[in-house]
């Protein structure tokens, strides 16, 4: 038997009908403690971290732009999470075609309650200088 498993004996008339109790786990408490800011802005061809913090690490988290998901394997962005739950989304060499809306969500629970966090980023032209 399994630890949250239990056999529950009792005798009614020097009858033992007996029954099991199966206790399962509660599922996770994962939610944001720190959301993305409304708003981030950029230089083209500058680097910007997006970052937003869980309340564990063990939380498993997609990143999206536009609903659509950003594959670990787009070299276009470094996608990370620490030991203590920092996400951070990094748009390695940004342009026009990078601004939108992005959100980070926690897998299996996007629709509840603090699991999912949003940014809209601005991505501007380099200046121009004339000398």
Request: charged share 30%.
């Given at each position: 038997?399994?630890?949250?498993?239990?056999?529950?004996?009792?005798?009614?008339?020097?009858i033992q009908p007996?029954?099991?109790?199966?206790?399962?786990?509660?599922?996770?408490?994962?939610?944001?403690?720190?959301?993305?800011?409304?708003?981030?802005?950029?230089?083209?061809?500058?680097?910007?971290?997006?970052?937003?913090?869980?309340?564990?690490?063990?939380?498993?988290?997609?990143?999206?732009?536009?609903?659509?998901?950003?594959?670990?394997?787009?070299?276009?962005?470094?996608?990370?999470?620490?030991?203590?739950?920092?996400?951070?989304?990094?748009?390695?060499?940004?342009?026009?075609?990078?601004?939108?809306?992005?959100?980070?969500?926690?897998?299996?629970?996007?629709?509840?309650?603090?699991?999912?966090?949003?940014?809209?980023?601005?991505?501007?032209a380099t200046p121009?200088?004339?000398?």
């Amino acid at each position: 038997m399994h630890k949250n498993m239990g056999k529950s004996p009792c005798t009614i008339n020097e009858i033992q009908p007996g029954s099991y109790l199966d206790v399962e786990e509660a599922p996770p408490d994962y939610h944001f403690t720190k959301n993305l800011p409304k708003q981030l802005s950029t230089l083209e061809g500058e680097e910007l971290a997006i970052k937003c913090t869980l309340n564990t690490y063990k939380a498993p988290v997609k990143w999206y732009k536009e609903k659509k998901e950003i594959s670990s394997d787009d070299t276009r962005f470094d996608i990370d999470k620490d030991i203590i739950g920092v996400c951070t989304l990094k748009i390695k060499n940004p342009n026009k075609g990078d601004a939108g809306k992005y959100s980070c969500k926690i897998v299996g629970r996007e629709k509840e309650k603090n699991c999912f966090t949003k940014t809209e980023v601005v991505i501007k032209a380099t200046p121009c200088y004339f000398t």
